[in-house]
């Protein structure tokens, strides 16, 4: 009798009863009293099935080309623009051109939209604002989401109103983050492909373009930010590896980047801090690390010295106002601390679509097999393997601190990677055919939580 492969028979299992229990519409599974998302039921499910499953299938394909690496890179970005645009074109109700204008004119959905619209619309009227000088007052003004930002996400619905006009601008903008969510898969490989290896990448790569969260979450700035913490995470492991300013001095352009756009991706320095300890213990010179550190943290400053000069953008008064106004807020909302950490790790786990949770527990349980205890640079590798779980510890650890509260499905996207990346590794020490059912549940969770549950609702 031919004995069953219990670790790729526990991660299709668990796809499985997630998807019975979504089905189901089990209590819990979609959040706790202070947050959920809405359950709903699809007349045309059969319909949404197919069209999900044809967008999902250039993953699929990727597989069988996966010595072309290229080839199969495209067809992973294929089907995450292919997966977004379809989810939104078969909503049952509010689908198409419509639902992107309807999204980016509501301000409970993307705020940002809003602000950068009334930003546009006064420039037209004959009353330009020098809004980057006077962004304190913007953030006490501004609605939602926006309350608490720095300028990045505002500035790019600037440019885009100015560069398409406000009739097209929502269509461009929906175009524009699928194609910016497609480059994060992207660089999510390239990340994964610095820290694990060829192999590796790919399945890490996979994974997160079939994420549920890369889908539900469509017309959300929220599934570009993978872009900046994988190059984060890459730009520092080759600045470490090779002792190199560039390397640093990239990083610290691309933490500029990063601040300016989301100030949760901070966390990562979790990561980043304890990517720098493993290799310290394996031999790598403080001195060396302090010296990459100064020049990092001296580009950080350098370019917003330039923007505070150019501008008149204050990042530090931009900061404390965006803490006050969180403090101001935060009252108003029920997040009860303690009781809210299982819960974050439950909307985070059901936003990566629970299988590649599965993957790395397997993976962490058990000795690695020779070829990858052996592989050098790869993960398998002492520091590899430890460097990966620090990347773990880094939502554990803002879970338990209750640094990012509620709807982690979505806020905790850019930390999707830190959770692929070890799940890939996995995934590629197995058989052609056992990574395609697991990719296959994969596709299958993200439609159950799709037709199950509303992630983006329109007032």
Same mark, same amino acid.
């Given at each position: ?14 796809? *499985? ?8 519409? $089990?209590?819990?599974? +979609? ?11 699809? %007349? ?5 099935? @197919? ?36 989810? +939104?074109?078969?909503? %049952?109700?509010?689908? &198409? ?28 009227? &004959? ?24 300028? !990045? ?20 903008? /929906? ?5 910016? =969510? ?19 990448? *790919? ?8 994420? %549920? =969260? ?48 989301? #100030? ?6 979790? /990561?980043? !801090? ?29 370019? #917003? ?57 397997? =993976?962490?349980? !058990? ?28 939502? *554990?650890?803002?879970?338990? $601190? ?13 930390? *999707? ?13 197995? %058989? ?14 993200? @439609?159950?939580? #799709?037709? +199950?549950? $509303? @992630?983006?609702? $329109? =007032?």
């Amino acid at each position: 009798m031919a004995k069953i492969p219990i670790r790729p028979f526990a991660a299709v299992a668990a796809g *499985l009863v997630v998807i019975i229990l979504v089905f189901a519409h $089990t209590r819990g599974l +979609n959040g706790p009293d202070y947050w959920r998302w809405e359950w709903r039921s699809r %007349p045309d499910l059969w319909r949404a099935a @197919f069209f999900l499953l044809l967008a999902a299938s250039p993953a699929l394909l990727a597989q069988v080309f996966g010595a072309r690496k290229s080839v199969a890179l495209a067809l992973l970005c294929a089907a995450t623009v292919a997966l977004q645009l379809t989810s +939104n074109a078969v909503e %049952p109700r509010l689908r &198409g051109v419509e639902r992107f204008r309807r999204v980016a004119s509501d301000q409970l959905t993307t705020s940002y939209y809003t602000v950068a619209e009334s930003i546009v619309r006064a420039e037209r009227a &004959g009353r330009p604002v020098d809004w980057l000088r006077q962004y304190d007052d913007l953030l006490r003004l501004a609605p939602q989401h926006a309350t608490t930002k720095p300028p !990045g996400p505002v500035a790019f619905y600037v440019a885009v109103i100015r560069l398409f006009g406000p009739e097209r601008a929502p269509i461009a903008a /929906a175009v524009l983050l699928a194609l910016l =969510s497609a480059a994060g898969i992207a660089v999510t490989y390239s990340a994964a492909r610095i820290i694990t290896g060829d192999e590796a990448a *790919l399945q890490a790569a996979t994974l997160m373009a079939l994420a %549920p =969260s890369m889908t539900v979450f469509f017309l959300y700035l929220d599934t570009v930010y993978p872009i900046l913490s994988c190059a984060l995470l890459a730009a520092w492991f080759m600045a470490l590896k090779r002792g190199h300013s560039s390397e640093a001095i990239a990083f610290g352009l691309i933490l500029f980047a990063a601040t300016m756009t989301s #100030y949760t991706l901070l966390v990562l320095g979790i /990561a980043l !801090g304890g990517m720098t300890l493993v290799w310290l213990r394996r031999g790598g010179r403080l001195r060396t690390a302090a010296t990459l550190t100064a020049i990092a943290i001296g580009t950080f400053l350098g370019a #917003y010295a330039v923007l505070w000069l150019s501008t008149g953008f204050n990042p530090i008064s931009a900061l404390r106002t965006a803490l006050e106004m969180q403090y101001r807020y935060l009252p108003l909302l029920h997040r009860p601390w303690p009781r809210t950490i299982p819960f974050d790790i439950l909307d985070f786990c059901l936003g990566a679509g629970w299988v590649p949770v599965v993957l790395v527990l397997t =993976s962490f349980c !058990g000795a690695p097999p020779p070829a990858a205890a052996s592989a050098g640079e790869g993960a398998g590798a002492p520091h590899g393997r430890a460097i990966l779980l620090w990347g773990l510890a880094t939502p *554990l650890t803002v879970a338990l $601190t209750g640094l990012i509260q509620a709807e982690t499905a979505r806020v905790w996207i850019f930390m *999707l990677p830190l959770l692929m990346m070890p799940a890939g590794v996995e995934l590629s020490r197995w %058989p052609l055919r056992q990574r395609f059912a697991v990719h296959v549940v994969m596709i299958a969770v993200t @439609f159950a939580l #799709y037709a +199950n549950m $509303t @992630f983006i609702g $329109t =007032s």
